[in-house]
């Protein structure tokens, strides 16, 4: 088979990667290695509302409900609640992941696009030393794919990443490990996404829960790589489980890793872009990537449009996608990182005593960077290496 552009991957990135080079005129290949889009779900599936619909129509059928606002509790329970359209971009839309994907698919395939599923990428081909295409198996069967460019969008543990030679490693500091449960249970709030901070709670992270209508949620966790042990987030989002929603049915379990680095030092290599997780594009506070990815994905979509029409694939080439997305998706995750990397260093006593500064003030229209100042300015001894991120 040739084609203008492999994607390895049909998440919401590769997805719109795909769209984006199809609809400029691209003959566009997607890879899925499951044999169904979207699932399993490795997500909270919480998205900004207007995030969302600044890149595209959201179809009713991808929306599972709708959230008013955010509750954040500090350890010892002080409530502070936010408004939906300032709370960050994991409020507004909690998302059916598996029709969204699937969803995003089909628009591109509307584009153009020819998506194959059950097709998993093996390798690179390469001509005189540089990327030509993949080595993929499709249903058991062997199958070589010529192309000048190939686009990663396989997620945080990329091996398209691997292959071209880009250091993808993350250290443990740098990763959330992750489980979660689909929950049903009376007492669950159908409006409000609510995030339990605490290092008793979940070491480095948070424990969310992120209502699906009729008093389901997701029930998740992560718990930062170097605090953690093996099974120790199952084992802390069992015990927050018996505690708070101690009747609940649980419906389904996932487990995954999220990336929290901050963006890697290059995403690109001779005829290869990285998308997604595959290029740490999520949020190091929240580890939701749903936006940023699709952001990213765009921008690349555009760049493979006007490189492979000019027939420049180099690394230095493609630098105009590291300098795009970059100064973009990539300026609010690098302020970001350096916020986490303080307040995951936090103990208990001084999380408590930071919400209990936020207590009389107005949230109502703050945005979480608003919030960021007003915790500067109520506490500055404490958070004085944080105050060049609130500008």
């Keep these: 088979m040739k084609c203008d552009l492999v994607v390895v991957g049909a998440g919401p990135a590769g997805s719109m990667v795909a769209k984006t080079a199809s609809k400029a005129g691209l003959d566009v290949i997607i890879l899925e290695k499951r044999q169904e889009i979207g699932d399993p779900v490795r997500c909270a599936e919480g998205v900004s509302k207007k995030g969302l619909e600044k ?92 192309a000048p460019l190939i686009i990663g969008a396989d997620g945080v543990e990329s091996k398209v990443g691997r292959w071209a030679g880009i250091d993808t490693a993350l250290k443990p500091r740098d990763v959330e490990v992750c489980a979660q449960f689909l929950i049903q249970d009376e007492s669950v709030d159908d409006d409000y996404c609510e995030f339990f901070l605490g290092n008793k709670i979940a070491p480095g992270g948070y424990v969310w829960s992120f209502p699906k209508g009729n008093k389901m949620a997701n029930l998740g966790i992560g718990v930062l790589g170097s605090k953690s042990s093996s099974g120790m987030p199952l084992e802390l989002l069992n015990k927050f489980l018996k505690n708070h929603f101690p009747e609940a049915n649980v419906l389904e379990i996932m487990a995954g890793g999220v990336p929290v680095s901050g963006p890697i030092e290059t995403t690109t290599a001779d005829g290869v872009m990285l998308v997604g997780d595959a290029a740490r594009q999520s949020d190091p506070i929240t580890g939701g990537g749903i936006i940023n ?24 080439a493609l630098k105009i996608y590291e300098d795009r997305w970059r100064e973009t998706v990539g300026k609010h995750i690098n302020r970001n990182y350096g916020v986490k990397e303080f307040f995951v260093e936090l103990s208990d006593d001084e999380l408590n005593r930071l919400m209990h500064s936020l207590e009389k003030q107005d949230l109502a229209q703050a945005t979480l960077r608003d919030m960021l100042k007003i915790l500067i300015k109520q506490n500055p001894k404490m958070l004085w290496k944080l105050r060049h991120l609130a500008v």
Excluded: H
């Design 55 to 146: 890149l595209v129509d959201p179809d009713p059928s991808w929306i599972a409900a709708e959230a008013k606002g955010a509750r954040l509790y500090a350890p010892d329970g002080t409530e502070i609640v936010m408004s939906e359209d300032k709370a960050g971009a994991e409020v507004g839309y909690v998302l059916e992941r598996k029709v969204f994907d699937r969803g995003l698919a089909l628009q591109a395939a509307l584009e153009g696009a020819k998506v194959m599923v059950k097709t998993r990428a093996l390798g690179l081909l390469e001509r005189d030393g540089a990327p030509s295409g993949i080595f993929a198996q499709c249903v058991g069967e062997n199958l070589k794919i010529e």
């Design 293 to 316: 990815s699709m952001k990213a994905g765009i921008i690349a979509g555009e760049v493979a449009a006007e490189q492979v029409s000019e027939e420049n694939l180099s690394k230095e």
